[in-house]
């Protein structure tokens, strides 16, 4: 029976919240008339930024850990349908949504580029995610080899080819950019970089000895301040929001999500789950992240309608909106996980995997599985 880990629920948990955020105050980053409302949202979206590259990590510590992602017939049977089955279902569901709406055309259009664009902005994670399932079997049995030199080296050519040429660019002069391009045969730049997040979360799940919480506390203080700081100052200059700082493919935010990733392995590795509330909002993270983009095009309609503005205006406008949509699609998830006859295709889990942590029926379940 598998454990589940309380560091990575927390941390799922929090990157769902953190994804929503990023979704909801993007209005909010990209207008300067409310400098309060920015500040604040900046401040929060800044810290919010480690959500995707945190995914990606655990997809990365959990699979390349395990000996059955080694077996093709585990990855096309079970692990490729989780995610593309949902996928698909929300991709036709909104498709729909556009028919309703009477925009025939442009869901035609969207169905005809469905396998280069995703119909809805946020789901390109999932065709970022999907290659990496695709290969890891390969992947698996690479790692199974290295040693820990290897894997620094591996690592760093990440880090060091990927990253940190994508943060000089964006540090230089127009004109100095080429000096720091490299040719296009000589790039590694591998499923648009965020392999190495993939890569990166089992390096760390490898390490034993961790640096000391107040170091790592320190990093991440450090971090946040350079992005909220520098964010700020670029946006106020170019009078348009910049995300030089935030961009998952800077040094910034890998060195942040780091940071967060071994500050709760160092916290929380170990801990047992108490309570239902964690593992059931664990559990509905990938649906509520399928739900989400539905439910905050929805909510801006509505807020339009109700208030007359284009969305909110105000810090606790904002928290409330925020607030809505996050309850919305946990609720919305809960109940989809929680009706046998579709719960596999929007959720991407059987209904007795669902009931054992995260639909009603495991609410009043006193023998959940562990």
């Not at 995914?55 to 593309?84: H, N, W």
């Amino acid at each position: 029976m598998t454990v589940r880990r309380y560091d990575y629920d927390v941390l799922r948990v929090c990157s769902m919240l953190g994804v929503i955020y990023l979704h909801t105050a993007a209005g909010a980053l990209r207008s300067l008339n409310y400098p309060i409302l920015w500040n604040f949202s900046n401040f929060f979206a800044c810290l919010s930024t480690p959500a995707v590259p945190l995914f990606f990590m655990m997809s990365g510590a959990l699979l390349l850990k395990e000996d059955k992602t080694a077996d093709l017939s585990q990855l096309f049977r079970k692990r490729i349908p989780k995610v593309l089955v949902p996928l698909l279902t929300f991709s036709a569901v909104t498709l729909s949504y556009s028919v309703i709406r009477g925009n025939s055309a442009g869901a035609l259009n969207s169905f005809s580029r469905l396998l280069n664009t995703p119909v809805s902005v946020p789901y390109w994670f999932l065709y970022a995610l999907i290659p990496m399932y695709l290969i890891s079997p390969m992947l698996k049995k690479m790692v199974d080899g290295l040693d820990g030199d290897h894997w620094n080296y591996m690592m760093a050519l990440w880090v060091l080819l990927t990253l940190g040429l994508y943060t000089v660019r964006s540090f230089v002069p127009a004109e100095y950019e080429l000096v720091f391009t490299e040719h296009w045969t000589l790039n590694l730049n591998m499923i648009g970089g965020y392999l190495g997040y993939f890569l990166l979360g089992a390096y760390l799940e490898r390490w034993e000895k961790l640096p000391s919480r107040k170091i790592l506390l320190s990093v991440i203080a450090v971090m946040l301040a350079l992005s909220v700081l520098g964010t700020r100052w670029d946006t106020y200059t170019l009078m348009y929001y910049s995300d030089r700082f935030t961009n998952y493919l800077t040094l910034f935010t890998m060195i942040l999500s780091a940071a967060i990733f071994l500050l709760a392995k160092s916290c929380l590795r170990g801990r047992q789950k108490q309570g239902k509330l964690l593992p059931l909002l664990a559990g509905v993270s990938f649906p509520v992240y399928l739900i989400h983009p539905l439910a905050i095009g929805a909510g801006e309609k509505l807020w339009t309608l109700a208030f007359g503005t284009l969305g909110p205006g105000t810090v606790p406008q904002q928290i409330a909106f925020y607030l809505a949509v996050t309850l919305f699609c946990i609720l919305s998830a809960v109940i989809l996980c929680s009706i046998p006859g579709i719960c596999y295709l929007f959720t991407g889990q059987s209904y007795a995997a669902a009931s054992k942590s995260c639909n009603l029926a495991s609410l009043f379940n006193s023998h959940q599985g562990r």
